[in-house]
Antibody, heavy 117, light 110 residues
């Protein structure tokens, strides 16, 4: 049973770069997309983007200019970088795996990232 | 921004049936499968239904899904207290070339 464990800085200042990493345990990278979804406090889910082991990427158009998702297959890790953050980027960020049937499963435990001066 | 529209809330007494709608368009629900996620407050979302009406292992058969045209729905029969949660529909959108979610529905067991 694949499990996702994520970590990263939880408090940032405006204009800094958000950086989160997700460890993949108990599963293979190939055949799946690996990505990130966020949820502002008290609000709904927003897809950020995803990447497969071959380097193919899909990004939310509204965030594309600031987002980089990368995969390190030797470490079984997926990373997210979001540049020039503002208060609007305050959210819980989830690491996810996406199956060939567009199923998002499983989800990481979530990391609250707060952007405040 | 949420592209799929859901009612903000739904409620029922234990044992009742609750149905949640998810309205989209031809570029998302109309041409792709719908999945549903359950999120208990303070926890990560969990897969509840996939490919419109398929239940993952471990999901009770009280939960059922359907899709017709550009809309989908999730039904909870025999409502139980542990069903109190937020529910989100999701689909791929061919026009946006991205994954979209519903606005979310909070289910309350009275």
């Amino acid at each position: 049973q694949v499990q996702l464990q994520q970590w990263g800085a939880g408090l940032l200042k405006p204009s800094e770069t958000l950086s989160l990493t997700c460890g993949v345990y108990g599963g293979s990278f190939s055949g799946y997309y690996w990505g990130w979804i966020r949820q502002p406090p008290g609000k709904g889910l927003e897809w950020i983007g995803e990447m497969d082991h071959a380097g193919n990427t899909k990004y939310n158009a509204s965030l594309k200019s600031r987002v980089t998702i990368s995969i390190n297959t030797s470490k079984n890790q997926v990373s997210l970088k979001l540049s020039s953050v503002s208060a609007a980027d305050t959210a819980v960020y989830y690491c996810t795996r996406v199956t060939p049937f567009e199923v998002i499963h499983p989800w990481g435990q979530g990391t609250l990232v707060t952007v405040s001066s | 921004q949420s592209v799929l529209t859901q009612p903000p809330s739904a409620s029922g007494t234990p044992g009742q049936k609750v149905t949640i709608s998810c309205s989209g368009s031809s570029s998302n629900i109309g041409s792709n499968t719908v999945n549903w996620y359950q999120q208990v407050p303070g926890t990560a979302p969990k897969l509840l239904m996939y490919t419109n009406n398929q239940r993952p292992s471990g999901v009770p058969d009280r939960f059922s899904g359907s899709k017709s045209g550009t809309s989908a729905s999730l039904a909870i029969s025999g409502l139980q207290s542990e069903d109190e949660a937020d529910y989100y529909c999701a689909a791929w959108d061919d026009s946006l070339n991205g994954r979209v979610f519903g606005t979310g529905t909070k289910v309350t067991v009275l």
